[in-house]
DNA sequence: ACGTACATGTAAGGAGTTACATGATTTG
DNA sequence: CAAATCATGTAACTCCTTACATGTACGT
């Protein structure tokens, strides 16, 4: 349900064929809701079908450009205002808890693989920022988004070394 | 796959049915991942049949508690030793990309109501880490994903009070 | 006795992942 | 002309959600 969503919310911001969504998805939105081209490319279809988007463009190779319809955005507004689903998975804070299960040692080796990857994420979301000012709606939105990335990692890595001197002291 | 070892490594911590093994998702487990009584009973009955849980004591109601055996252990050890799936969904950090398509009261109300949100979990989270001192391994482990979830709803927090300060300067 | 919580199960459908599959255009 | 990237599609499988389904024990 979400997927769907994302996409007549991307799309609504600007046209883009099936496999700049799929970029996209990997650049930004893909942090909050990953997809891959085998989930994009149907639903697109059945977008289209239910009159959700339209074809604005074709390309070279086979390439179509969609945007979002009027209905397609009263879509996203009605979906916007329902209750998000909350629930969310994550494995690897999952692992943290049967973290007891190793030595101390290899316990610690997680803890500071996951610092190296929040560091790394946060360096890469913190040169995105820096790239332009924010100065649409479109695109002050976005830096909302940004921004609760950068901050969720930065929780993250002070987290993963907090919990590096816990681990420490189970020797 | 993660439903599987988060089984086997609860059931490794301490004995277990299927019932207290719901709650035991709802009150904890279940932040990081959220699971049914529908997917786990049907996982119990998988991992019972590969010996990698065993029961352990019969109580009223049909009641099967069960254990994690030695092999049951050594799978949650190696798993812990492979690369976390770093893909996280969030349904409500999808929808911030896209809060300009709302009037910014609307995206304001939405932000509050987030804000809410966390500062309620995060309450119910610091009574948790209150009740009791951890002493065991296996209580530092769970205290280390407490806290890791009482930091990332501070840094939630701390964003949904700038966003809505943000969202104030779109009108 | 009645309601709540305990306790387990299955089935259908939807969502997501991985693998299979193909071909055109651009860049070096 | 070779490699990388652009571009789209389908199929099988696994996982997750929701709904249907049933029965027992405990507390008041």
Redesign the pocket.
């Known amino acids: 349900?979400?997927?769907r969503h994302a996409l007549l919310g991307a799309l609504a911001a600007e046209h883009h064929?099936?496999?700049?969504l799929l970029k996209h998805f990997e650049q930004s939105l893909g942090y909050a809701w990953?997809?891959?081209?085998?989930?994009i490319?149907?639903e697109?279809?059945r977008l289209l079908e239910r009159g959700l988007i339209e074809q604005t463009a074709s390309?070279?190779?086979?390439?179509?450009t969609y945007a979002t319809t009027a209905a397609g955005v009263e879509e996203v507004r009605r979906w916007l205002r329902t209750e998000p689903d909350r629930?969310v998975?994550s494995d690897a804070a999952l692992r943290v808890f049967f973290l007891w299960l190793l030595p101390p040692d290899d316990a610690a080796a997680y803890l500071a693989a996951e610092r190296e990857r929040y560091l790394a994420l946060h360096a890469e979301l913190e040169r995105i920022r820096d790239e332009e000012e924010p100065e649409t709606p479109k695109q002050r939105a976005y830096r909302l988004a940004l921004v609760g990335g950068l901050l969720a990692l930065e929780a993250q890595i002070r987290w993963a070394e907090w919990a590096l001197e816990e681990v420490a002291t189970w020797r």
Chains 1, 2 share one sequence.
């Open positions: 349900m979400s997927l064929t099936g496999y700049s990953p997809a891959g081209h085998s989930q490319y149907p697109l279809a390309g070279p190779r086979g390439a179509r629930r998975r």
